[in-house]
């Protein structure tokens, strides 16, 4: 399926590892110049190279931390009129309610709140302007269904979905969209991390403890980051300008609902 992007702009955030590299990847392969940003530069150039000798597109790395206002400035300086947007930064550590402070809630507020509505404040008028435009969100599963120790992440990416639900309404009408992706456990770095704390507990191996989440899914596994990446391309596809103010889950159907 050609999904139209060929000779189209994006600036991915985050995304020299993970699903936000999946995002990138599979945004190349469709002929989308690329962006992408991470804070650490020699594995952010190291994975800019893979994807530009894996597509054959033209990869830009732009190492800065997206989530102040100098690592925003240095992606749009590189890439001023994106047709499209891939918001994503690392997620909030876990925790206990009692336990995070004001500060921990700022930070997180900044990280998935904030950085994502100021990056999407500097792009939408061209975009409006230019009449294309594809935003999408990484967000998370816990916005459909908590986790508990992960309080910061479910209260932070609750409040970017509403801020863009009504947002997304008001910008259609240029072909300008805006949707988020709620991934539920994918194989990253992030993945392993945050099981580390539930395996020492345990006393089991981190492996083990993925495989038995892998197991209580009904889809027998984990996601593949790769999956994520071409769920993101698809919302991206110039005939896709109809998919508006969406959450697309991708949990493997580990939320349970008639209705996701
Ligand atoms: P990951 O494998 O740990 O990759 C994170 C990527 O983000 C790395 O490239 C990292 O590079 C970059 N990054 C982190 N903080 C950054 C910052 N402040 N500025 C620029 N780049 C930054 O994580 P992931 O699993 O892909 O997760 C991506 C997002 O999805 C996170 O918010 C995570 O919480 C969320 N999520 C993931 C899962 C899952 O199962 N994987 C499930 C639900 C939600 P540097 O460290 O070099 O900056």
């Not at 009504?166 to 991934?183: F, M, W, Y």
């Amino acid at each position: 399926m050609d999904l139209g992007l060929k000779g189209k702009s994006a600036i991915v955030c985050a995304a020299s590892k993970g699903l936000g590299r999946a995002c990138a990847t599979a945004l190349a392969r469709e002929g989308v110049s690329v962006v992408m940003t991470a804070r650490n530069a020699a594995t952010l150039e190291q994975a800019a190279a893979e994807i530009r000798a894996a597509t054959g597109a033209k990869v830009t790395p732009v190492a800065g931390d997206i989530t102040t206002e100098a690592g925003r400035a240095a992606a749009l300086a590189a890439c001023p009129a994106p047709d499209i947007l891939v918001n994503n930064a690392g997620g909030p550590p876990p925790g206990d309610f009692l336990g995070f402070d004001h500060d921990d809630w700022i930070r997180a507020l900044e990280s998935n709140m904030l950085t994502p509505l100021a990056l999407i404040r500097a792009v939408l008028d061209g975009m409006c302007a230019r009449r294309f435009g594809r935003i999408v969100n990484i967000t998370s599963a816990a916005v459909k269904s908590p986790i508990a120790t992960l309080g910061l992440s479910n209260g932070a990416r609750a409040g970017l979905t509403g801020a863009v639900a009504g947002l997304a309404r008001q910008v259609a009408k240029h072909n300008v969209t805006i949707n988020n992706l709620l991934p539920g456990p994918f194989l990253t770095d992030r993945l392993r991390a945050n099981s580390a704390e539930a395996a020492a507990k345990a006393g089991r191996s981190v492996d083990d403890m993925i495989a038995e989440r892998a197991k209580s899914s009904p889809a027998g596994r984990v996601g593949d980051p790769a999956e994520f990446g071409e769920a993101c391309a698809f919302l991206c596809a110039a005939s896709s300008g109809f998919i508006v103010g969406q959450n697309l889950l991708l949990d493997g159907g580990a939320f349970n609902a008639t209705m996701a």
